[in-house]
């Protein structure tokens, strides 16, 4: 079985930033943003099921879903969180599962914002954790998103926090310094991270 490298980190941190640079040095990426895009596609059955739940108002007029429609509807009230995260996680589950287990290279790097909250750590060789301070965390999550501050703190909190997610970590990259500074410093992490797997893995494999 392929080495497992779970990559984690709150909304905005730089997970798809730092999953780029692996990708670079030709490391196979499962990802689970990916994944939950896949599963609720045009006609898929779970479409269905949460346009039935949450109305017509979150399918758009090509017959996909309305993201914003629903990021707004679910993160303003828990137990409607609760509704989609139970009705698709099990699904996005199951097909990040398959696809790990597809795998031929060394390692993988599995991409889950909620690898700890959904309790996935169990299935990882290692957990990589990209930290970033709240405040830029959430600056960067309002821009990238053209979001409101509220609801980004919404959705930062249905997720673990930062010490939860660090307490988790094996290995953490910090993304707080602007890319126009630390790209060169990211690359060289992400490199002897690379290499430091590599290495891990192959003995692993050894076995
Ligand atoms: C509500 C949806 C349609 C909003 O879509 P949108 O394109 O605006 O956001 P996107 O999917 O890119 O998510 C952005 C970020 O929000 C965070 N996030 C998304 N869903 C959740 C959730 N259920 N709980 C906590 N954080 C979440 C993640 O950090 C994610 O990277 C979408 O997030 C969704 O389908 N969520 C449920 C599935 C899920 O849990 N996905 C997360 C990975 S398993
Ligand atoms: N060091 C940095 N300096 C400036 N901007 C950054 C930096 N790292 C990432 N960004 C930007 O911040 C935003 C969030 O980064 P990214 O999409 O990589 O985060 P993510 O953890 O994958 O987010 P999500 O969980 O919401 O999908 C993006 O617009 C990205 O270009």
Redesign the pocket.
Known sequence: MTYIIGLT?????G?STIADLFAELGVPIVD??V???EV?APGSPLLAQIAEHFGQQVITAEGG?D??A??QI??ADKDK?EW??QL??PV?RQRMLRQLQQQTALYVLWV???LI??KLTEYCDRVLVVDVSEAIQLQR?VRR?N?NIQQIKK?MQ??VSRQQRLAKADDVINNDRPLSESEKDLRAQVLQLHQYYLALAGKKHEK
Do not use: C, M, W, Y
Request: net charge positive; charged share 20%.
């Open positions: 980190g709150g909304i905005g941190s997970k689970a943003d994944v939950a895009r609720v879903l993201r914003a629903l990021r679910v993160f969180t989609l995260n698709l996680h996005i889950v914002p909620l909250e959904n999550a998103d979001s959705i249905a997720q």
